[in-house]
């Protein structure tokens, strides 16, 4: 049986981008698989007072099981509203790559779906953008498209080489397809290697000319920043120093995310530094406490780390304290 989002205590995306976008900020979107990320970011966003959008891949779909998150996200939203928060809360899939999959999540409440065609030629992009949007938005869901394709490997999305957007496609793409916002390709990746820099080097600068010229042809439009992960080096550090190996990652500078927010990016997707986060502080208590086999003793510490490090992303994009 199909569940609305508005069941759930859940919002779309609408009416957040459209206050985001008043008052220069963006809407953090952040994705997790298990209770502990899910506990770290609601506790994060109601502690600093951030709207939020809960994303979950199609992997994390598959490892979680549909019908355990349909349970877990009305519990994150009671927990919020426990704690006296009335921030607004989205359930949004993450780089959806099917129609049939975007329908089986708008059936199970979620408020906000992605269908990712940008791998697809142009025409047929269109297309399947079209159906998921007829499809939503008689049940009040929003869609987010994507042209431009992002470098990187991150679940069952990867390519070796940017196509960046080109803007003189984006009019077209919105008004035939009727998508609520936009995600494109302006020079960010997937995962923990965003950029082939060796250490010393600098991070080459965003495309924020492509970024500016789709946003003066979208006046007002919803633009969306996928692969913005900082790669924040204190835990890439901190896993590499506990037996880990991860050589010459590099991420999105958060002074060039900020630049992206003010030139109307208004959502930013952010998944890779949550995973090293989580890895970091699980390796580090493992390798002090070898003696220890409870889960709790070292997801605990993950789940706080990560909380603080969400708080500080929201902090980050403008969105504290905008919860409403």
Do not use: W
């Amino acid at each position: 049986m199909a569940v609305s989002f508005k069941e759930l205590g859940l919002v779309n995306t609408r009416e957040m981008f459209k206050k985001a976008m008043a008052e220069g900020y963006a809407v953090p979107a952040y994705n997790f698989n298990n209770m502990e990320q899910l506990q770290a970011i609601i506790m994060a966003c109601v502690e600093c007072n951030s709207p939020v959008i809960l994303q979950i891949s199609k992997g994390a779909r598959q490892y979680a099981n549909q019908t355990l998150l349909r349970y877990m996200v009305p519990g994150a939203v009671a927990i919020a509203r426990e704690a006296g928060s009335r921030i607004p809360i989205a359930l949004n899939l993450d780089h959806g790559d099917t129609v049939e999959l975007c329908r089986s999540c708008i059936d199970n409440g979620f408020s906000n779906v992605m269908i990712d065609g940008s791998a697809l030629p142009y025409e047929e992009n269109v297309k399947i953008t079209r159906e998921v949007v007829e499809y939503a938005h008689p049940r009040d869901v929003t869609v987010e498209g994507e042209l431009g394709v992002l470098a990187g490997i991150e679940e069952h999305v990867s390519s070796e080489t940017h196509h960046y957007t080109r803007p003189e496609d984006v009019e077209d793409f919105v008004k035939r397809t009727g998508v609520d916002s936009l995600a494109i390709s302006i020079g960010t990746s997937h995962g923990a290697y965003k950029f082939k820099v060796k250490p010393g080097q600098p991070i080459p600068p965003l495309r924020f000319d492509i970024l500016e010229e789709c946003a003066k042809r979208l006046p007002g439009f919803p633009i969306v920043l996928h692969g913005a992960s900082s790669v924040l080096p204190e835990y890439v550090e901190m896993i590499n120093a506990y037996g880990g190996k991860l050589e010459n990652t590099a991420g999105v500078p958060e002074e060039q995310i900020k630049k992206a927010v003010s030139l109307s990016v208004c959502k930013v997707n952010i998944d890779s530094d949550g995973r090293l986060v989580m890895t970091a502080i699980i390796r580090k208590y493992l390798a002090e406490h070898p003696s220890e086999f409870d889960p709790r003793k070292y997801l605990g510490p993950a789940r706080e780390a990560l909380k603080e490090m969400y708080i500080r992303k929201c902090q980050m994009l403008g969105s504290a304290g905008r919860g409403g």
